[in-house]
């Protein structure tokens, strides 16, 4: 019997559909941790040139212990920061990645596909180097939080910037609206703090040393506030959902050379180049070395770490940065 044209142009539509649906199924993020052997594949951003994870690379360790869990590691792109690397977990090319709690909480407000599987103790120890503060110009007029009233500040929205800054204005009973606060990513702030386009930045990550080493004076650091603000690392649901093994073979590895790196602090500095761009030199050097003598371990997140959420969480929630309070269950997954 001979099938009409009509009907087999519709047969046709219908399998192509079909299979479109199919390999859209294949890259969508359900999948995304999963390589061709079935096994886990972790995606990290590229390590740079210092630190556990760029020692970690250089030395293959991760592939050889994922391995046991047949799993795989894919190293991509550099990012600046949180925002810029969510944008890339967005994209699928990325699916573990580190930060802190506050960025965390405005990631979560419109997307729900990442949790926080271990976190970082703050460091303490008065003898170690400060990591973030609210600088100013050195002949800025501005002396303390309260001159900040009615002056534009640099921060990174919904991330750690924010934070510091809401929780110094707090602190100082400076009402928030009375302080304009300035979005910007590190790059733009540091031009637009170059500039005197805005008149003080809260300075976090690696802008912090830079922009001190500058001449940039310090009106306060985070450890001189109640900060709640917990280093973080997180991953893509389905990855810690899938494949909880080889997560933990990922944070074990991290632990143990954080712990490595403590001890030998200049084993992890300069790990691929010596000179160029990346490699730093002088007090710099000097400066990460200490800063990775008194780094803390990085552990898996228990109930406990529930109130730390609770208390950035909080902060946003009353200052309009997140809409709506987020609980700690979910933020964070307990792997047992």
């Known amino acids: 019997m001979r099938v009409p044209r009509r009907l087999l142009i519709a047969a046709t539509t219908a399998l192509l559909s079909a299979a479109a649906v199919g390999l859209s199924a294949c890259g969508s993020g359900a999948d995304a941790a999963t390589g061709d052997s079935g096994g886990a594949v972790l995606k990290l951003q590229d390590p740079g040139n210092a630190g556990p994870l760029a020692y970690a690379k250089r030395e293959g360790i991760l592939e050889k212990r994922l391995a046991a869990v047949n799993a795989k590691v894919a190293w991509g792109g550099s990012y600046a920061s949180f925002t810029a690397t969510a944008d890339a977990v967005h994209a699928g090319s990325v699916n573990v990645l580190a930060g802190a709690i506050s960025p965390v909480l405005g990631y979560l ?173 002088g007090d710099r050097l000097k400066l990460e070395i200490e800063k990775t003598r008194y780094a803390q371990v990085p552990r898996l997140v228990t109930d406990a770490d529930g109130a730390a959420v609770t208390s950035v969480s909080d902060l946003f929630s009353r200052y309009g940065v997140v809409k709506d309070k987020v609980a700690p269950a979910d933020v964070f997954l307990v792997l047992s």
């Open 109 to 281: 407000a419109n997307s729900k596909d990442i949790r926080v599987f271990a976190v970082t103790d703050p460091v303490t120890d008065a003898a170690a180097p400060q990591t973030d503060g609210l600088v100013v110009a050195a002949d800025s007029p501005i002396k303390s939080v309260a001159d900040l009233v009615g002056k534009r500040v640099a921060v990174n929205k919904g991330g750690r910037g924010e934070y510091l800054l809401l929780l110094a204005l707090q602190q100082a009973n400076i009402p928030v609206d009375q302080v304009e606060r300035v979005y910007l990513g590190l790059d733009q702030a540091a031009s637009a703090f170059a500039t005197g386009k805005v008149d003080a930045w809260w300075a976090i990550v690696n802008a912090y040393p830079q922009v001190v080493a500058k001449g940039a004076r310090v009106l306060v650091h985070g450890r001189d506030l109640p900060d709640q603000d917990l280093s973080i690392v997180a991953a893509r649901l389905e990855l810690l959902q899938q494949h909880p093994e080889a997560v933990k073979v990922y944070l074990d590895v991290l632990r143990e050379l954080t712990q490595q790196a403590k001890q030998e602090p200049e084993k992890f500095q300069n790990v691929f180049l010596q000179q160029g761009p990346t490699a730093i030199t």
